[in-house]
């Protein structure tokens, strides 16, 4: 059975820095896409980060492009997220997901809805304050 567990989250002061991390267990790591959604209170969730754990090809979204690195160790089975110089706007619950197969399409776009991902960690809170 499918698992994800993730870790990392608190409370930081803007422009200070934060590592999550997402255990899976369950399937064969390398034969599956791995993502980093989050949600903010009264918005809906979003896919902030993609990466394959077979190539280690990445995706980050352009707003966070330079403050956020997702990485992998599969030797771990862990996925990581690095935030530096995190804002107020950061404040959510991150999720880490996962699908099997590629993170891309055919036509070369990444998938990035959450209904296109079937596993789900329950989610690490992070909080930035002033």
């Known amino acids: 059975q499918v698992a994800l567990m993730e870790s990392g989250g608190g409370s930081v002061k803007a422009g200070g820095s934060l590592s999550l991390s997402c255990v899976a267990s369950?399937?064969?790591?390398?034969?599956?896409?791995m993502a980093w959604f989050r949600q903010a209170p009264g918005k809906a969730r979003e896919g902030i980060a993609s990466?394959?754990?077979?190539?280690?090809?990445?995706r980050v979204e352009f707003y966070v492009k330079d403050r956020l690195t997702i990485s992998r160790d599969n030797a771990r089975n862990t996925m990581y997220l690095q935030m530096n110089s995190v804002k107020l706007e950061d404040t959510a619950m991150y999720f880490c997901a996962a699908r099997k197969g590629d993170c891309m399409r055919r036509d070369g776009t990444w998938y990035q809805r959450r209904d296109e991902y079937a596993y789900w960690g329950q989610g690490t809170q992070v909080t930035v304050s002033s």
């Open positions: 369950g399937y064969t790591y390398d034969s599956y896409c």
């Open positions: 990466i394959s754990t077979r190539t280690g090809r990445t």
